[in-house]
């Protein structure tokens, strides 16, 4: 099994940037696709970024498309998002998880593994 722990939440203003990272244990993540994922507040969750296994190509929700940045280091199990240019519509629970998804990198419940979350609020 994988446990995942996000980090890099936090409360910043109206275009500003943070990084968020999710530290995996467990398993090397090597082998899983990795997404990040968020729900806001009577929302539902969706999906923001993922990043397959094999050559690290990458997808976007359009919300976030030219804003946010997926990465991954596989020799530090760790999974990034770095979030520029925030907006108060970005505000929501992030969650990272992991998986074998065979439809696409952004439906959640093709992913095995979840984290605990960590919050990004961003003011207007």
């Known amino acids: 099994h994988v446990q995942l722990v996000e980090s890099g939440g936090g409360s910043v203003q109206a275009g500003g940037s943070l990084t968020l990272s999710c530290v995996a244990s467990?398993?090397?993540?090597?082998?899983?696709?990795m997404g990040w994922f968020r729900q806001a507040p009577g929302a539902e969750r969706e999906g923001v970024a993922g990043i397959d296994a094999e050559v690290g190509s990458t997808i976007y929700a359009d919300s976030v498309e030219g804003r946010f940045t997926i990465s991954r280091d596989n020799a530090k199990n760790t999974l990034y998002l770095q979030m520029n240019s925030l907006k108060p519509e970005d505000t929501a629970m992030y969650y990272c998880?992991?998986?074998?998804?065979?439809?696409?990198?952004?439906?959640?419940?093709?992913?095995?593994?979840w984290g605990q979350g960590t919050q990004v609020t961003v003011s207007s």
């Open positions: 467990g398993k090397s993540i090597a082998t899983y696709a």
């Open positions: 998880a992991a998986g074998q998804p065979w439809r696409s990198l952004l439906r959640d419940v093709e992913y095995g593994y």
